[in-house]
């Protein structure tokens, strides 16, 4: 009997520290280079060229290699072009929308379309498949903290069991709550639009 309860103890002890292996660390998702740590999925038209990862317009997405719980992702950006189109995903699961787009159909999108109107403007969280949850987004402080094209943005998006929140330029936009994956690959959309990717970080906790 000892020896069934030492093993469980190991077995539990060993699913602890499995889980627990990138807690506290920062994990750099792009080398400013190639595509290490990352599948592309769809067809998605995503390079790494002069230190910065690539998006050319087309369909599908770019998908994470790795999963992640609870962290605060970093990301820089910027449009190439008035208009650009894009999202990052954020808890996302691995699989694609059946159709021509090939996008993700179970997860949560983060807008980085370069717009301050409409539906879903810049920095605002988009349903993509994912159970219903609760947002609200500031759009005065968006307005303040928007650069125009061509110059780069950043993204701290922070996923914290059923809570998100998403800040841009260091002004908090979107709050979300009741979020039910609570954890997920983090993904780059091709849409229509040409952008540019650098510093793609995940603080883990």
């Known amino acids: 009997m000892n020896k069934i309860f030492s093993f469980v103890i190991v077995l539990a002890t060993s699913a602890l520290l499995c889980s627990c292996s990138n807690s506290g660390k920062v994990v750099s998702l792009f080398d400013g280079k190639s595509l290490a740590n990352w599948e592309i999925q769809s067809g998605g038209r995503f390079s790494a060229e002069n230190g910065v990862l690539k998006v050319d ?4 997405w770019l998908r994470s290699v790795d999963t992640f719980a609870d962290y605060t992702l970093t990301i820089e950006f910027r449009f190439l ?8 995903f954020v808890r996302t699961g691995p699989t694609s929308k059946d159709d021509e787009s090939g996008w993700p159909d179970n997860g949560y999108q983060v807008q980085c379309m ?3 109107d409409g539906t879903y403007p810049l920095a605002t969280m988009i349903p993509y498949g994912a159970p219903p949850f609760d947002h609200e987004s500031d759009l005065d402080a968006l307005r303040k903290a928007y650069k125009p094209a061509g110059e780069w943005h950043t993204y701290e998006i922070t996923c914290s069991g059923e809570e998100m929140s998403i800040s841009l330029n260091g002004s908090l936009i979107t709050t979300c ?13 091709c849409e229509p639009g040409l952008l540019e990717f650098r510093k793609i970080e995940v603080d883990v906790f």
């Open 57 to 60: 317009k087309g369909v599908g």
């Open 81 to 88: 072009e008035k208009g650009s189109n894009s999202g990052i």
């Open 114 to 116: 370069d717009t301050l």
């Open 177 to 189: 709550t009741s979020i039910k994956n609570l954890s997920g690959h983090i993904g780059i959309q």
